[in-house]
């Protein structure tokens, strides 16, 4: 198993741009998170799947939007990207007890 | 509003010595606390977790303690190693999906 994957590794986006970053896991998890975290920072929720394809937000949730196509993927938008966006994303998946999730490897997103 | 933050943003420790590592949280509505590390470039990797009804777990090397009436978690590392250096955060959840971290402490283990 890959577990959970995210693509790209790096990026680097200008002001205004939109883009999309994919996260995928093969755990046959239900669950689903993203995470954004900031130099010598903790991890902070951007938007959870809650199941049934319903989604729900995190505690930053502006700026981004995400969609449940299937519940092996979860991808994540950037609308129009803004400097404060710069950060590294992680993609996680929650195991079916809700408390033990499974990070991807992250997306170091830059904005200028 | 929630919050869960860290006590020390730092601990040094001695190869073979114990770690304590701190966490205050203010949610008492929260149903399961957890304990994450996260080494340099990777996602952070679950430790462990506790019920909130109970007041210690042990795995691994590793015991968290839960004390709710002054709202703190710890997580002890017994023998640290230099392959336990990394970035420990505490989390928590409440009733769902939800999983709030807190800020983090960088644990360094000297040889």
């Known amino acids: 198993n890959a577990g959970v994957t995210q693509t790209p590794k790096f990026q680097v986006l200008k002001t205004g741009q939109s883009m999309t970053l994919q996260c995928a896991q093969d755990?046959?998890?239900?669950?689903m998170s993203w995470y954004r975290q900031d130099p010598g920072m903790g991890l902070r929720l951007i938007h959870y799947s809650v199941g049934a394809g319903i989604t729900d937000q995190g505690e930053v949730p502006n700026g981004y939007n995400v969609s449940i196509s299937t519940t092996e993927d979860f991808p994540l938008r950037l609308l129009s990207a803004a400097p404060s966006q710069t950060s590294v994303y992680f993609c996680a998946s929650t195991s079916d007890t809700g408390r033990e999730q499974y990070f991807g490897p992250g997306t170091r997103l830059t904005v200028t | 509003g929630e919050s869960v933050g860290l006590h020390l943003p730092t601990l040094s420790v001695q190869e073979g010595d114990n770690s304590i590592i701190n966490c205050a949280y203010s949610n008492s509505a929260s149903d399961y606390f957890i304990w994450y590390k996260q080494e340099s470039g990777k996602g952070p990797q679950f430790i462990i977790d506790i019920r909130s009804n109970m007041d210690k777990r042990q795995g691994q090397r590793v015991t968290v303690l839960l004390n709710k009436t002054v709202k703190h978690l710890s997580l002890q590392i017994a023998a640290t190693q230099p392959g336990d250096s990394a970035v420990y955060f505490c989390a928590e959840t409440a009733g769902g999906f939800k999983t709030i971290f807190g800020a983090g402490t960088r644990l360094f283990v000297k040889a």
């Open positions: 755990m046959n998890h239900e669950y």
